[in-house]
């Protein structure tokens, strides 16, 4: 059994217990602990199922290559799954349940999958579940999902309570990994006055040394780690974060850190992650090694470790995973966890060496009385939920001739892989190591920035030098005998072994999958990965990708290099959705823009909607009323007697300079460098393409200066959009945009009334010949200072004004006081809507949709003929463009005075080649006139201004048809008469 | 070829799954085919099968620079909808989808057509309308879709927040009968069929070159040697610019990194596929259990097929607005692809300047949904000539300004 023993375990703090609960039973752990430890100290070797035969699955690691110990961790709002145990350091009030079956993680009905495992090989679900097609959905799909996925899913209400925050740092030197290789990395570079960041995913620096033991210069490897960061931390231009892991590597010496700040004692006010957004001059990886697993019969049983596992769990926390440890190896390495054992006290009944002898480190072993045997392999493990004993056999047998020996765990060791991840992610390219069986970065084929020049490279183990000697100056350490590269124990294994030897354990892709998938032609690395899931688990791959890929090399009879790897992507390992989206969360993301009235109209009904950045007042409904009530109210009154539109959100760009006019002749169809200063123009605005973008009022305000109104959805876009053309294009001409959307409050003040209540109000002039139809005039209404528009976009008298910012409540609150006499009342976006289709006026976004041109929409008269040119007019003389069949702008009236669905196709007669309907028009606006007292709309219908009075066909889904006539597109005061007095 | 079936997993696996045979060939190229396809993505080697199954082409090779299925097939977030706006892309897309329902059946191999329902959120008055008159489309066009409230959307979907801060949910257009399918599944299912009609899969053979005489095509050089042929199909999604430059014409196409992402596996708690066009994101549970995630292209061009993170940031971002609950999820994988984009995000199906050169390309966003029906009109259009489902995809469309722009509709999640 798994325990803990009574001393030893250098991170842990025996005075201060921790209390737990895993799988609601209580457990005690130890200040220092992670759970993993925790839980092999409380002799809870099982932990989890695996993903499709849910066998028994056990702690294999003791870092983040852990691809069995996945558990669901915590509770309501702060519950997350899939939480790795070795990663997951100990707290108080921990509380973990174990994934992956029902109904009990001892007891698990979905273990059946393992009993038909015959059946269900690599690939099995390609090529049945075919028939009947019906079942595919209803009844195969279904039980899949079931018993797949891993963790629990949160609850669907459940809403994260904890904070997240992104950090940026700029340095010269970015050094991933606090291992030795780390320190000296970081320290080295610190001495020469760069500025450096160093990071380390766990909670300690010194990496493996101090439990792989060593020495430097004389003394423990321990304390050159000790002295080394007290140094490090005297530099002012190093920086460094324990709990911090590097998460990718980007295109231009990006990295992404990823910080745990409080993961560890949740609840507290610290953010939980931390993503740190990172740009190095140089990225130094030192990220270490990963060891591999041995390929056996049976090496999924819990019980079954990683040999540096064992020891970190021995060394690290005092905890021993068995009383009798078995060891299988195929290097000297893994005789430093016999050794560790030893010094514990555990006992080690044998190693199973694959080689035909060992190093200085095996004959210590040795000479420790612990029965050493070369040249053999582990042929089956017996046990099922747990190692009960280990068959060995002749490393170059088949393995049917068994010699058994009881032990309750064993350790393995295949042996190591440094962690080329971060290389990787931008290109960095591999070599394949024939002496030490693995890949390791190429330092002449780096990743290169946008200069030719490297800007990665690795150091330590991450690069391929193992041993402490090979990494620090002055190290001593044993010297150690070559591996012998062992993909399958034993060499010759028959078949049912193959069948029962794990590659990717969460997955449950054995050797015999990979042989499987080479045999059936899945002959790439990404066709065999893709085929049997190898690699595709949490873990992606970093325990067992290289057994894989040599497995797949000797079935192909290829080298493992001529096989390659499957690409590494970011991040290393799973980064929370929580850290990646930061702060701009609920409130804080995509922040609503507000007018200086917002809070006034939420006071007084305004219902909201959304434009844009901008919340908008659809309608300001009243006690009583629906938002429909609302609105027809507020057309009629607006038509009779006076309404206030919040107008603040339309685009103000400034454009000024020696060639604003003729800057705004080519950004618009219409002449704008004729417009007079004091006059106002309606343009059109037009993509490369033609199609009609946007729409405003331009006022010229003196020769070089420009005011444009856009949509109040465009400001930002269109803004933009003459940047591209200044930046791009026309560097040379001598303009300068600005947006000033946000530096007015504009209020349209529209109605039979509204010069009453200017005038009521006092200060400029505004009479009918002061201020004319599309005139505008700076000067000042009540005390406030004004800029006042004689423009209307609901065919009444109308001025919008503009005035400061900051003025724009007090002069909305003078304009409601000043005007109750006269009935005035606010209005909505709809009521605008309404008014402007009864007048006839287009929308863009209504009538447009990327696909229409001026010239369908009736707006002639707004293309200037005279100028050579402008955005869009070269498109629109192309043939699509003139031909005369494009559906052109109409009014609709239904025949029985309904309103027409939105969005609805007019049809004609037959079907074309592909069985579809043939259309002939389309709704585009359609609303309640409360003005006419009947439905109207407007709508592009093909020869639609030539067929005035004709009735189309509008089929709705259900089977009905409505029928509107062809008519006149303004409604309104066709005269313009209202607007103009 | 050996049938797949129950039955033979079955006597397979009892007798040590000795008896399973390559599932598609590895040939050394002949000097000639009648036709060579570049690119065994979906699209080339569906239009393969196409040629073959349709017209009894089968004398055919398909080049592949990498493995095959290993372009934006393999890197795609698996979505089929046809809910478009436009007729001519309606009428492809469904074509696609209703070819996807019996592909499996079609092809003898499972590609896991899952019809789960595909959703598109609507956030803003504008996209209800929009919405509404893309359902009043499909309505015409023989897609099957409905504009649903927002109860209903919380019904199919409970894991959605309704009533978010910045965007309220205020309905969606819904397709019953759009889903996912096994990406990778697609290809391989499309090129064991191929390899059984005796084409040529021939991978790790990249193009080089393309030859003509006389302004008609007599063949490519390739790294394993020139092979000729008088009908030339170019279907290599990110790269068609750089092969049309070989064939001596440009294509208005930008190349731009599209990614996508995965959480680790959860158990089943999303049934249907969500869009959310305003925000930027969509997400769908794949049936081992991750949340498959994808939002808009990147801003800048590029060949790597890589992408910046920013731009996921803004994905998630959006998609934990959407969907509070993934916010303790955490992503296992990100990955991009490079995505043809047109000037009308709608994909090119055409004959070329260079007679004998067809060209498939453009599909943006959103060509793993279109492989069947890709393939089928291609192969058409190779063979005949001509077909009405890519009659509107010509090259010509350009020049006309006739172009066929869902923007509309579709928003980015094209």
């Known amino acids: 059994m798994s325990h803990r023993l009574p001393q030893g375990g250098r991170l842990i703090d025996r005075r201060k217990p921790r209390t737990f609960r895993f799988n609601n039973r209580a457990m005690r752990g130890m200040k220092g602990d992670t759970l993993a430890s925790a839980l092999l100290a409380s002799d809870q070797m099982l932990v989890g199922r695996s993903f499709k035969y849910h066998r028994p699955r056990g702690i294999v690691a003791s870092g983040a290559e852990e691809p069995n110990a996945l558990v669901n961790l915590g509770t309501g709002d702060r519950f997350e799954p899939n939480q790795r145990a070795t990663t997951t350091e100990l707290f108080d009030g921990l509380v973990a349940k174990s994934q992956n079956h029902f109904p009990s993680l001892d007891f698990d009905i979905g273990v059946v999958n393992d009993a038909l495992s015959k059946f269900l090989s690599a690939g099995f679900y390609y090529k049945m579940f075919i028939h009947p097609r019906p079942f595919w959905k209803h009844v195969y799909e279904p039980f899949i999902r079931q018993s797949a996925g891993l963790g629990k899913a949160p609850d669907a209400e459940a809403r994260d309570v904890d904070t997240y925050e992104h950090m940026y740092a700029h340095v010269d030197v970015l050094v991933v990994g606090g291992g030795v290789a780390g320190l000296q990395e970081a320290r080295a570079a610190g001495e020469a006055g760069k500025e450096v960041l160093l990071i380390e995913q766990t909670a300690h620096w010194g990496g493996r040394a101090p439990v792989d033991g060593g020495s430097v210069g004389g003394g423990p490897v321990d304390k050159w780690v000790d002295e080394t960061v007290a140094a490090l931390a005297e530099m002012p231009n190093v920086r460094m974060r324990l709990r911090m892991m590097g998460a990718g590597v980007y295109d231009h010496s990006y990295a992404l850190g990823y910080e745990r700040v409080s993961d560890h004692q949740p609840g507290n006010d610290a953010p939980r992650h931390r993503l740190w957004r990172i740009r190095a001059t140089e990225i130094v990886t030192a990220t270490g090694a990963i060891e591999r697993p041995l390929s056996f019969a049976g090496n999924d049983i819990p019980g079954v470790m990683l040999a540096s596992a064992v020891r970190d769990y021995v060394v690290n926390y005092g905890v021993t995973p068995g009383r009798r440890v078995a060891i299988a190896t195929n290097n000297d390495d893994a005789y430093r966890t016999a050794l560790a054992l030893a010094d514990a006290g555990v006992g080690v009944p044998v190693i199973v060496d694959a080689r035909s002898e060992g190093g200085p480190l095996a004959e210590a072993a040795r000479d420790r009385g612990i029965r050493v045997e070369f040249g053999m392999g582990v042929g089956r493990l017996l046990g099922g939920k747990r190692v009960t004993g280990v068959g060995i056999c002749r490393m170059d047998s088949d393995g049917s001739a068994l010699h058994e020996i009881a032990c309750d765990a064993v350790a393995m060791s295949g042996g190591w892989s440094p962690v080329v991840h971060l290389w990787s992610h931008c290109g960095g390219k591999l070599n394949w190591n024939e002496t030490r069986a693995h890949f390791a970065p190429d330092p002449a084929r780096a990743p290169t920035g946008a200069d030719g020049q490297a800007f990665v490279r690795a150091a330590g183990a991450a690069s391929g030098a193992l041993t402490l000697p090979e990494i620090l100056d002055g ?58 899931t190898l690699g595709m688990a949490t873990d992606q791959g970093k325990l067992s990708n290289i057994n894989g890929l040599a497995v797949l090399a000797d079935a192909l009879h290829k080298d493992i290099p001529a096989v390659g790897t499957t690409t590494f992507r970011p991040p290393y390992t799973p980064i929370s959705m929580g850290a990646i989206a930061g702060e701009a969360r609920g409130a804080l993301f995509q922040p609503i823009r507000r007018t200086p009235m917002h809070d006034w109209h939420d006071a007084h009904g305004a219902d909201w ?130 947006n000033a959307t946000e530096q007015f409050a504009q209020v349209g003040v529209v109605g039979p009334n509204a010069r009453k209540v200017l005038e009521k109000l006092g200060g400029m002039e505004v009479s009918a010949d002061a201020l004319p139809f599309m005139a505008w005039a700076d000067g000042e209404i009540g005390g406030f200072r004004a800029r006042v528009y004689r423009i209307s976009f609901s065919g009444e008298l109308s001025y919008e004004i503009a005035v400061d910012a900051g003025q724009g409540q007090a002069f909305w609150d003078a304009l409601m006081e000043a005007g109750e006499e006269f009935g005035v009342m606010p209005y909505g976006t709809e009521a605008l809507h309404i008014m402007r289709a009864e007048k006839g006026f287009i929308m863009i976004g209504d009538e447009t949709d990327g696909t229409v041109i001026p010239q369908d929409l009736g707006l002639n008269w707004a293309i200037s003929k005279k100028k050579e040119d402008y955005l869009g007019k070269r498109a629109q003389e192309r043939d699509h463009m003139t031909d005369p069949d494009r559906w052109q702008l109409v009014g609709l009236e239904t025949l029985d005075g309904s309103v027409l669905p939105d969005g609805a196709y007019a049809v004609e007669a037959g079907w074309n080649d592909n069985d579809q309907r043939r259309v002939q028009g389309r709704v585009t606006s359609t609303y309640h006139s409360p003005t006419l007292g009947r439905g109207i709309a407007m709508g592009l219908v093909r020869h639609g201004p030539d067929r005035m009075g004709e009735v189309l066909d509008f089929p709705v889904p259900g089977g009905t048809t409505v029928r509107a006539k062809i008519v006149d597109p303004v409604f309104y005061d066709r005269e313009g008469e209202k607007q103009n007095v | 070829m050996k049938r797949y079936s129950a039955f033979a997993v079955a ?96 092809l003898n191999y499972n590609i896991m057509f899952s019809p789960r329902g595909v959703m598109m959120l609507a956030q803003t008055h504008h996209e209800v309308r929009g919405y509404q008159r893309t359902a009043f489309a499909n309505n015409l066009q023989g897609v099957e879709t409905e504009f649903i409230g927002p109860q209903r959307v919380k019904e199919l979907c409970p894991i959605i927040e309704l009533k978010g801060p910045r965007y309220p949910v205020m309905g969606a257009l819904w397709q019953p009968r759009g889903g996912t399918a096994r990406h990778d599944a697609v290809a391989w299912g499309y090129a064991r069929a191929c390899s059984d009609m005796g084409m040529h899969i021939i991978q790790q053979c990249e193009v080089t070159g393309v030859r003509s005489e006389g302004g008609k095509v007599t063949g490519v050089e390739t790294t394993k040697g020139p092979i ?28 731009v990194p599209l990614q996508a992402l995965v959480s680790e596996p959860i158990k089943p708690c999303m049934d249907v596929v969500v869009m959310a066009n305003t925000v930027h994101g969509y997400m769908s549970q794949s049936d081992k259990g991750e949340m498959v995630i994808g939002g808009g292209t990147d801003g800048y061009n590029a060949y790597t097929q890589r992408g910046s993170f920013h731009h996921l940031e803004e994905t998630v971002r959006a998609l934990i607005e959407t969907f509070p609950m993934i916010s303790r999820l955490k992503m296992l994988r990100h990955w991009g692809g490079i995505v043809d984009v047109t000037g009308d995000r709608s994909p090119i199906l055409s004959k070329t300047p260079v007679e004998g050169v067809f060209i498939n390309c453009g599909w943006g966003t959103g060509g793993f949904k279109a492989i069947p029906g890709s393939g089928w009109g291609f192969a058409e259009l190779m063979a005949k000539g001509h077909s009405p489902l890519t009659a509107e995809f010509g090259l010509d469309r350009f020049t006309e300004g006739r172009f066929i722009d869902e923007s509309v509709a579709a928003g980015v999640a094209h």
């Open chain 1, 609 to 738: 909607e959304p434009v844009g950045a901008w919340r908008r007042p659809y309608a300001f409904v009243q006690n009583g009323e629906d938002v429909h009530d609302a609105v027809m109210r507020e057309v009629t009154n607006t038509r009779q007697n006076l309404g206030l539109l919040d107008a603040s959100t339309l685009g103000k760009l400034i454009v000024k300079g020696p060639d604003a006019g003729r800057f705004l002749d080519m950004m618009y169809t219409n002449m704008m460098s004729t417009l007079k200063p004091g006059r106002c123009r309606y343009g059109l605005m037009c993509s490369e393409n033609g199609f009609l973008i946007d729409d405003g009022v331009v006022a010229r305000i003196d020769d070089e200066t420009f005011l444009c109104h856009t949509t109040t959805g465009g400001a930002d876009r269109i803004h933009g959009h003459m940047e591209d053309w200044l930046q791009c294009e026309w560097w040379d001409w001598k303009v300068w945009v600005v």
């Open chain 1, 475 to 532: 190290a001593e350490d044993w010297e150690e005998a070559p591996l012998s590269p062992v993909w399958q124990m034993p060499a010759q294994a028959e078949k049912a072994l193959q069948g029962k030897s794990w590659l990717d354990f969460q997955n449950d892709v054995k050797v015999s999958d990979v042989r499987l998938a080479a045999r059936e032609g899945y002959e790439s690395v990404e066709h065999t990965k893709r085929y049997t």
């Open chain 2, 228 to 255: 000729g042929c008088s009908k030339l199909g170019v279907v290599v999604a990110g790269h068609s610019g750089v092969v049309a430059e070989m064939a001596g014409f440009r294509l208005p196409i930008e190349s």
């Open chain 2, 11 to 106: 006597r397979e696996a009892l007798r040590g799954n000795a008896g399973w045979q390559r599932a598609w060939g590895a040939p050394e190229p002949r000097p000639a085919y009648d036709v060579v396809i570049i690119g065994a993505g979906g699209h080339g080697l569906a239009t393969a099968y196409y040629l073959g199954k349709r017209f009894g082409i089968t004398n055919v090779a398909i080049l592949e620079k990498g493995w095959l299925g290993g372009g934006n097939t393999g890197r795609n977030t698996t979505i089929i909808r046809s809910n478009y706006l436009q007729d001519a892309s309606a009428a492809i897309y469904e074509k696609a989808r209703s070819l996807y329902e019996t592909l499996s059946q079609d």
